[in-house]
């Protein structure tokens, strides 16, 4: 099992930045796939970004594309999500999460069986 620790979230206005963080310790980190998901009150959690082992490959949620960036660096056991233009609607609980098995993205939750306490971001003015 890998120990995922977020941090980064907090207050901030319609059209601010935010980088979030997620340390990985314990088991292996840089062979696995990684995801961000978030959840809101009230709401299912939903997938945001995914990004493969290598970095190669990344994918986004249609509702962040564009405005948040995914990314790792694989000496750190440190994933990223790099969150600009930030609405009101991106309020919510940010997870991120280790893949079960395999290097590749994926948005599909159940693939994930490593989880973070999450972070939360509020988008307020």
Do not use: H
């Not at 990985?24 to 990004?51: C, D, H, L, N």
């Amino acid at each position: 099992q890998v120990q995922l620790v977020e941090s980064g979230g907090g207050l901030v206005q319609p059209g601010d930045s935010l980088r979030l963080s997620c340390a990985a310790s314990g088991r292996t980190f840089s062979g696995y796939g990684m995801g961000w998901f978030r959840q809101a009150p009230g709401k299912e959690r939903e997938f945001v970004a995914s990004i493969a082992s290598t970095s190669i490959t990344t994918y986004y949620a249609d509702s962040v594309k564009g405005r948040f960036t995914i990314s790792r660096d694989n000496v750190k056991n440190t994933v990223y999500l790099q969150m600009n233009s930030l609405k009101p609607e991106d309020t919510a609980t940010y997870y991120c999460a280790r893949r079960r098995s395999g290097s590749r993205t994926s948005s599909d939750s159940s693939d994930y069986n490593d989880w973070g306490q999450g972070t939360q971001v509020t988008v307020s003015s």
